[in-house]
C-alpha cells in the first residue's frame, strides 16, 4: 500500500519465514525485534512461537496512563493429580469447532484420549489442530470460542481417574 507506516512490512510472512530459517540455521532459540511501537518476538523450543506485542507510547510527564483492560480471570487451580488441563502450544485463537456450523470437537462430559483433536488455535492464518495429550473426561472449557489465547494458557480441564 501506498503511504502505509513501516510497521507493516515487519510482518510480511516471508520476512517472518526467513527469520525462522535463520534460527534454526545459527541454532538461536530467540529473536526480538522492534520498530516504533511494534514489536516481534519469536522463539524456538517444541514449536516456534511467534509473539507479536504493540507497545503504549511513553506517558508525558505528569500525565497518567490509562488503565490496562481487564485480565481474564484465572483459571481455577487443579486441585489433586486427578485433574490435568490442556494448555495451549501456541499463540493464537482458540475454536471449538472445525467451522462456525459445526459441533464443537469436545463439551464438558466428553471423554478424550491423548491423540483426540479437543480444538484448533489459529496463528498467522494457519489452523493447528490441538490433540489432547491426556486421557480422561473434560470437566471444563477454559476458553472462549473466538477470543485469543496465549501459549501455557488452559484451554480444557480434565479429570483423568477413569
Same mark, same amino acid.
Given at each position: ?5 513501516? @510497521?507493516?512490512? #515487519? ?7 526467513? =527469520? ?7 541454532d538461536l532459540s530467540e529473536i526480538d525485534l522492534r520498530q516504533e @511501537?511494534?514489536?516481534?518476538? =519469536? ?19 505528569? !500525565?497518567? =496512563? ?20 490442556? #494448555? ?8 471449538? !469447532? ?8 469436545? *463439551? ?11 480444538? #484448533?488455535?489459529? !496463528?498467522?492464518?494457519?489452523? @493447528? ?10 470437566? !471444563?472449557?477454559?476458553? *472462549? @470460542? ?17
Open positions: 500500500m501506498a503511504g502505509s507506516s513501516g @510497521n507493516q512490512d #515487519i510482518f510480511d510472512v516471508r520476512k517472518i519465514r526467513r =527469520l525462522v530459517e535463520l534460527m534454526k540455521e545459527h @511501537n511494534t514489536r516481534i518476538q =519469536l522463539r524456538r523450543g517444541a514449536t516456534t512461537e511467534v509473539v507479536e506485542t504493540v507497545l503504549r507510547p511513553s506517558a508525558a510527564p505528569g !500525565a497518567s =496512563l490509562p488503565a490496562p483492560a481487564s485480565e481474564q480471570p484465572a483459571p481455577p487451580p487443579v486441585d489433586d493429580k486427578r485433574y490435568g488441563q490442556i #494448555i495451549s502450544p501456541i499463540v493464537g485463537t482458540f475454536y471449538a !469447532a472445525p467451522d462456525p456450523d459445526a459441533p464443537p470437537y469436545v *463439551k464438558v462430559g466428553d471423554h478424550v484420549g491423548p491423540e483426540t483433536t479437543v480444538c #484448533i488455535v489459529e !496463528a498467522m492464518k494457519v489452523f @493447528n489442530e490441538i490433540p489432547a495429550e491426556l486421557a480422561g473426561k473434560i470437566v !471444563a472449557v477454559l476458553a *472462549k @470460542n473466538g477470543e485469543p489465547v496465549e501459549y501455557g494458557q488452559p484451554l480444557f480441564k480434565v479429570d483423568m481417574s477413569g
